[in-house]
């Protein structure tokens, strides 16, 4: 296919759920009464909520058409830079649906539970085979909750030894979410900022370290999409001032089975099981973010952890240094067991062969589109590129209305303006699952948008045209909220 | 690899392109000292055919599977999930898009979550709800951050201890690295929460309740509620089992500030705990003081209604360390479900379906309590409650699950004054005949 996917559809008008229905209607069957009435008081009785009432027809027409209104990686390429929107297998799914999993409950005794014990066990195992950091607890629920299990294991580290510190360093390359997590815990972020190749320089970061930081909460590969080189010196420098080393580890997509994350030093990392072990994000969510960390630490991870005792699994109590439970059972089980399954299907050299086609389809952009759009860190990149709007800005065409414009083609824009160090940032990751020819396209698309930057810039500024709503207005929605229906 | 869809012949096209001799190059810029040495030691790849019978050795080994009939709440439902929404919450255009950030793209989730946080405010009966947090115990502990940060100088927070054990837990690991204080708030006899403590105190920036709480008794929220606004603190209102709502006074007819919980029961699989939902609302006038996130409703350049992510001047990308939580990813998938469900429902459904719980319940409380047991707390319950034999309980217990039942759930873990004392569970998924067979057991 040589033409763009980009088309108009037959795109159906829908309502509001409390715009349609019928009082009386219902969406479900509810099985007979086969017991008594009983009485309530009436003093805690209520009004029930003011529901509508929907015919199963209704539902079922109403996010059917809904569901036709999004984008997702089965629609298209979807190039979220640090999203990491590869493929989500079909087979996947199944697994987590299996009956036995799906009615599994989670206050049951260990013994009635062995299979699902059996699958969190594997993947802590797997997990701690691909960081190379053997302690992992799979509780958060996602990225950002990993980040907060993190920097509570350095809190509890740093009181172990008698001593508080205040502050923690954070590059102008690691990921947005990262100070809000560092400061639930009370640390103060201090910034660093990047060298001019884009990377961490290590005299940047020993001038900063002293004994009130904590340590340093990096991203690797960072969110230029490049390898901090200085990984291990910075680590040293680091630990001999008692700090400790946070990999966020949102763009682990890059690196499996190519770089050992102990090795490099890192002490703690979390994984984001959405994004690199190909569970699908749900429009929002639910993620995993599971955390892996040295031996030394192992005794801070969350409680409980699954252990393995001959042929039995157990959920096991951390002991008294464990900073405590983060989730209200195990974890978003349902992705871990889709994630279990993705490692099971790939295999060790399936899953090193994504990371390096993942690194060149971000190789194969960058090249093929550094002549149309600027490209602040001619390098090589890892799994993500950054491009900027530099050139556009001459013709008053911005990275919003490039984006926007991409829409019209078909494709989903990439991340726009971050990571923050390039203004008007254009950060593209392909991911492996994207074949040479959608590239190809893709990169079709871009050219011929940075062509009518020059020659029709009012196109971009109005797109996108074809969608089903034209460009939202984003500053009304904040300043007067409308939140509720 | 079915999942790798570049050919030998592409990817020596493409390494010309970036002028690299081999995949191995692309990697030249990582030294020496970070590389992993050899190969990952994982279990070999399997086909798909393969992984369904590893998966099937796997689902062998779950002693209580599917066909159990199981009288466990304790935070995880089981309620029956209509097929229209396994269907509907399966389409790919839902499950595998990203967080809408281009709304123009993803007017589907956004209008999915817009009604999603419309019907939870109306179900809690509050003015405001966000998009989902990750679960009920990460929701109650934004709460109490956020009822610190809305009392800003004030150093406590008190939880009931009649809220489930795990979400306290959960509580005291959030607040654990700050310099808040968190307190908890004993049980009376009658399993309601004792509040007499609150008296006179003026450092509490909020209170938590739940309700029905752990032992499935109905608090009397509307006296809590004055109770701890005497005190000058927020009332958070917590729940396990959003569908009682359905039959009793919500958090907010109760004067509750914020509401918050689990809302797997809401359409949602038990799977072992997760994923879950976690839900949260509030008074209006918290609303910039809300973790999570927020969809609006908006125009488009030719005037039509659509739907953004709003308020986002509140969130980790914008407000870096200042921001009102760190929440990036949360549960959005499961919320878009919740909504399917309650839309499935509709008022009168909810109501119903509500009613037949409370009744099953209380018929399987009053048959036990005929067949010698003694219900525990004297307060009228939802859905759970927690029973006390004369005689040793265990061996009736073993004999239920002989025959696919699991008879409650044994407290000393969790409560150990409660030792030897079960909490049980009925919903609508166990038939009258269901509940004859236990105390048939029961009665030996």
């Given at each position: 296919?040589?033409?763009?996917?980009?088309?108009?559809?037959?795109?159906?008008?829908?309502?509001?759920?409390?715009?349609?229905?019928?009082?009386?209607?219902?969406?479900?069957?509810?099985?007979?009464?086969?017991?008594?009435?009983?009485?309530?008081?009436?003093?805690?009785?209520?009004?029930?909520?003011?529901?509508?009432?929907?015919?199963?027809?209704?539902?079922?027409?109403?996010?059917?058409?809904?569901?036709?209104?999004?984008?997702?990686?089965?629609?298209?390429?979807?190039?979220?830079?640090?999203?990491?929107?590869?493929?989500?297998?079909?087979?996947?799914?199944?697994?987590?649906?299996?009956?036995?999993?799906?009615?599994?409950?989670?206050?049951?005794?260990?013994?009635?539970?062995?299979?699902?014990?059996?699958?969190?066990?594997?993947?802590?195992?797997?997990?701690?085979?691909?960081?190379?950091?053997?302690?992992?607890?799979?509780?958060?629920?996602?990225?950002?909750?990993?980040?907060?299990?993190?920097?509570?294991?350095?809190?509890?580290?740093?009181?172990?030894?008698?001593?508080?510190?205040?502050?923690?360093?954070?590059?102008?390359?690691?990921?947005?979410?990262?100070?809000?997590?560092?400061?639930?815990?009370?640390?103060?972020?201090?910034?660093?900022?990047?060298?001019?190749?884009?990377?961490?320089?290590?005299?940047?970061?020993?001038?900063?370290?002293?004994?009130?930081?904590?340590?340093?909460?990096?991203?690797?590969?960072?969110?230029?999409?490049?390898?901090?080189?200085?990984?291990?010196?910075?680590a040293d420098i680091m630990h001999a001032k008692g700090g400790l080393v946070y990999n966020d580890g949102a763009n682990m997509n890059a690196v499996m089975g190519m770089v050992d994350a102990a090795r490099c030093g890192v002490d703690v990392m979390h994984l984001n099981l959405h994004k690199t072990f190909s569970t699908p994000h749900g429009g929002g969510g639910p993620g995993a973010g599971p955390v892996c960390v040295t031996e030394e630490l192992a005794k801070y991870l969350?409680?409980?952890?699954?252990?393995?005792?001959?042929?039995?699994?157990?959920?096991?109590?951390?002991?008294?240094?464990?900073?405590?439970?983060?989730?209200?059972?195990?974890?978003?089980?349902?992705?871990?067991?889709?994630?279990?399954?993705?490692?099971?299907?790939?295999?060790?050299?399936?899953?090193?062969?994504?990371?390096?086609?993942?690194?060149?389809?971000?190789?194969?952009?960058?090249?093929?589109?550094?002549?149309?759009?600027?490209?602040?860190?001619?390098?090589?990149?890892?799994?993500?590129?950054?491009?900027?709007?530099?050139?556009?800005?001459?013709?008053?065409?911005?990275?919003?209305?490039?984006?926007?414009?991409?829409?019209?083609?078909?494709?989903?824009?990439?991340?726009?303006?971050?990571?923050?160090?390039?203004?008007?940032?254009?950060?593209?990751?392909p991911t492996e699952t994207e074949c040479k020819d959608d590239l190809d396209l893709f990169i079709k698309a871009l050219k011929r948008i940075a062509r009518e930057a020059e020659e029709n810039p009012e196109l971009l500024r109005q797109a996108p045209g074809r969608s089903k709503l034209r460009r939202l207005d984003e500053t009304a929605a904040a300043r007067k909220p409308r939140l509720c229906g | 690899m079915r999942y790798l869809p570049h050919t030998d012949e592409e990817i020596r096209e493409m390494l010309a392109v970036v002028g690299k001799e081999s995949l191995a190059d692309l990697f030249c810029s990582i030294p020496g000292e970070c590389r992993f040495e050899g190969e990952l030691p994982l279990p070999p790849a399997l086909n798909e055919w393969n992984l369904n019978a590893h998966f099937r050795q796997l689902t062998d080994m779950m002693a209580v599977d599917q066909d159990f009939k199981i009288l466990i709440g304790a935070g995880s439902y089981h309620h029956h999930i209509p097929e229209t929404i396994r269907a509907l919450a399966s389409r790919s255009e839902f499950l595998t898009a990203y967080t809408p950030y281009q709304p123009e793209m993803a007017q589907g989730t956004l209008q999915g979550i817009f009604e999603y946080q419309t019907l939870t405010a109306r179900l809690l009966g509050m003015d405001v709800a966000n998009a989902s947090m990750y679960d009920g115990a990460s929701a109650l502990a934004e709460a109490l951050l956020m009822g610190l940060r809305i009392a800003k100088k004030k150093p406590k927070v008190a939880v009931s201890r009649a809220i489930h054990p795990h979400y306290r837990q959960v509580a005291k690991t959030y607040l654990q690295a700050t310099d808040f204080e968190l307190l908890e708030l004993p049980f009376l006899e009658n399993g309601r929460t004792d509040l007499s403590a609150l008296k006179d105190r003026t450092d509490i920036a909020a209170v938590a309740v739940q309700s029905p709480n752990f032992f499935g008794v109905l608090e009397d929220l509307p006296a809590a509620g004055e109770a701890i606004h005497a005190a000058g603190a927020l009332f958070i209102g917590c729940f396990t089992e959003p569908l009682a709502f359905g039959l009793v006074k919500n958090p907010g007819q109760c004067g509750a500030d914020i509401a918050c919980g689990e809302g797997q029961s809401l359409g949602l699989a038990r799977s072992f705990g997760g994923a879950g939902l976690g839900m949260f609302a509030c008074r209006e006038q918290f609303t910039r003081?809300?973790?999570?996130?927020?969809?609006?409703?908006?125009?488009?350049?030719?005037?039509?209604?659509?739907?953004?992510?709003?308020?986002?001047?509140?969130?980790?990308?914008?407000?870096?360390?200042?921001?009102?939580?760190?929440?990036?990813?949360?549960?959005?998938?499961?919320?878009?479900?919740?909504?399917?469900?309650?839309?499935?429902?509709?008022?009168?459904?909810?109501?119903?379906?509500?009613?037949?719980?409370?009744?099953?319940?209380?018929?399987?409380?009053?048959?036990?309590?005929?067949?010698?047991?003694?219900?525990?707390?004297?307060?009228?319950?939802?859905?759970?409650?927690?029973?006390?034999?004369?005689?040793?309980?265990?061996?009736?217990?073993?004999?239920?699950?002989?025959?696919?039942?699991?008879?409650?759930?044994?407290?000393?873990?969790?409560?150990?004054?409660?030792?030897?004392?079960?909490?049980?569970?009925?919903?609508?998924?166990?038939?009258?005949?269901?509940?004859?067979?236990?105390?048939?057991?029961?009665?030996?």
């Amino acid at each position: 296919m040589t033409e763009l996917p980009g088309a108009s559809g037959l795109i159906l008008n829908e309502p509001l759920l409390w715009e349609k229905g019928k009082k009386g209607r219902r969406g479900m069957s509810i099985p007979a009464a086969d017991v008594p009435r009983a009485t309530l008081e009436a003093g805690l009785m209520g009004e029930g909520p003011d529901f509508p009432d929907l015919g199963e027809v209704d539902v079922v027409r109403h996010y059917t058409r809904l569901s036709q209104w999004n984008f997702g990686i089965d629609t298209g390429m979807y190039p979220l830079g640090s999203c990491t929107m590869k493929y989500n297998p079909k087979i996947n799914e199944r697994q987590a649906a299996l009956p036995e999993l799906a009615a599994a409950h989670p206050m049951l005794a260990d013994v009635h539970v062995q299979g699902a014990l059996r699958i969190l066990f594997g993947l802590q195992e797997f997990l701690a085979a691909i960081t190379g950091l053997p302690g992992v607890s799979l509780q958060p629920a996602a990225g950002a909750q990993g980040e907060l299990t993190g920097m509570l294991i350095f809190a509890a580290r740093h009181e172990s030894r008698g001593s508080k510190r205040t502050k923690i360093l954070i590059p102008d390359t690691a990921h947005g979410t990262n100070p809000a997590s560092a400061a639930l815990c009370g640390y103060q972020p201090v910034p660093v900022k990047s060298g001019p190749g884009g990377i961490l320089e290590t005299r940047a970061v020993a001038e900063l370290m002293d004994g009130e930081t904590a340590g340093i909460m990096l991203t690797n590969p960072n969110t230029l999409g490049l390898f901090e080189t200085h990984i291990r010196e910075i680590a040293d420098i680091m630990h001999a001032k008692g700090g400790l080393v946070y990999n966020d580890g949102a763009n682990m997509n890059a690196v499996m089975g190519m770089v050992d994350a102990a090795r490099c030093g890192v002490d703690v990392m979390h994984l984001n099981l959405h994004k690199t072990f190909s569970t699908p994000h749900g429009g929002g969510g639910p993620g995993a973010g599971p955390v892996c960390v040295t031996e030394e630490l192992a005794k801070y991870l969350p409680s409980p952890r699954v252990i393995r005792e001959g042929e039995a699994f157990h959920l096991a109590d951390g002991g008294p240094d464990s900073i405590g439970r983060m989730h209200g059972f195990f974890g978003n089980f349902s992705v871990l067991v889709r994630a279990y399954s993705y490692i099971r299907t790939m295999g060790p050299e399936n899953l090193k062969k994504a990371s390096q086609l993942a690194v060149l389809n971000a190789n194969y952009l960058k090249e093929k589109l550094k002549g149309d759009l600027h490209l602040p860190y001619d390098r090589p990149c890892m799994h993500e590129c950054v491009f900027s709007d530099a050139r556009q800005r001459e013709h008053k065409v911005t990275t919003l209305d490039m984006a926007k414009r991409l829409i019209d083609f078909g494709f989903h824009p990439p991340t726009i303006y971050f990571p923050l160090v390039v203004p008007g940032a254009i950060m593209i990751e392909p991911t492996e699952t994207e074949c040479k020819d959608d590239l190809d396209l893709f990169i079709k698309a871009l050219k011929r948008i940075a062509r009518e930057a020059e020659e029709n810039p009012e196109l971009l500024r109005q797109a996108p045209g074809r969608s089903k709503l034209r460009r939202l207005d984003e500053t009304a929605a904040a300043r007067k909220p409308r939140l509720c229906g | 690899m079915r999942y790798l869809p570049h050919t030998d012949e592409e990817i020596r096209e493409m390494l010309a392109v970036v002028g690299k001799e081999s995949l191995a190059d692309l990697f030249c810029s990582i030294p020496g000292e970070c590389r992993f040495e050899g190969e990952l030691p994982l279990p070999p790849a399997l086909n798909e055919w393969n992984l369904n019978a590893h998966f099937r050795q796997l689902t062998d080994m779950m002693a209580v599977d599917q066909d159990f009939k199981i009288l466990i709440g304790a935070g995880s439902y089981h309620h029956h999930i209509p097929e229209t929404i396994r269907a509907l919450a399966s389409r790919s255009e839902f499950l595998t898009a990203y967080t809408p950030y281009q709304p123009e793209m993803a007017q589907g989730t956004l209008q999915g979550i817009f009604e999603y946080q419309t019907l939870t405010a109306r179900l809690l009966g509050m003015d405001v709800a966000n998009a989902s947090m990750y679960d009920g115990a990460s929701a109650l502990a934004e709460a109490l951050l956020m009822g610190l940060r809305i009392a800003k100088k004030k150093p406590k927070v008190a939880v009931s201890r009649a809220i489930h054990p795990h979400y306290r837990q959960v509580a005291k690991t959030y607040l654990q690295a700050t310099d808040f204080e968190l307190l908890e708030l004993p049980f009376l006899e009658n399993g309601r929460t004792d509040l007499s403590a609150l008296k006179d105190r003026t450092d509490i920036a909020a209170v938590a309740v739940q309700s029905p709480n752990f032992f499935g008794v109905l608090e009397d929220l509307p006296a809590a509620g004055e109770a701890i606004h005497a005190a000058g603190a927020l009332f958070i209102g917590c729940f396990t089992e959003p569908l009682a709502f359905g039959l009793v006074k919500n958090p907010g007819q109760c004067g509750a500030d914020i509401a918050c919980g689990e809302g797997q029961s809401l359409g949602l699989a038990r799977s072992f705990g997760g994923a879950g939902l976690g839900m949260f609302a509030c008074r209006e006038q918290f609303t910039r003081s809300l973790p999570g996130r927020l969809v609006g409703e908006t125009v488009d350049l030719d005037g039509k209604r659509g739907f953004v992510l709003t308020l986002a001047t509140r969130e980790q990308h914008i407000r870096r360390e200042k921001a009102t939580s760190n929440i990036c990813t949360n549960q959005g998938l499961c919320a878009l479900t919740a909504a399917m469900y309650m839309a499935s429902l509709g008022g009168g459904g909810l109501r119903e379906l509500a009613r037949l719980n409370y009744d099953k319940t209380e018929y399987l409380k009053g048959e036990l309590q005929k067949a010698g047991g003694t219900p525990v707390f004297s307060s009228p319950s939802f859905n759970e409650f927690v029973m006390a034999f004369e005689d040793d309980f265990q061996p009736v217990y073993r004999r239920l699950l002989e025959k696919k039942i699991v008879a409650g759930l044994e407290l000393g873990r969790y409560y150990p004054e409660l030792a030897g004392r079960y909490l049980f569970c009925v919903t609508e998924t166990l038939s009258k005949n269901d509940l004859d067979e236990v105390v048939r057991e029961v009665r030996g």
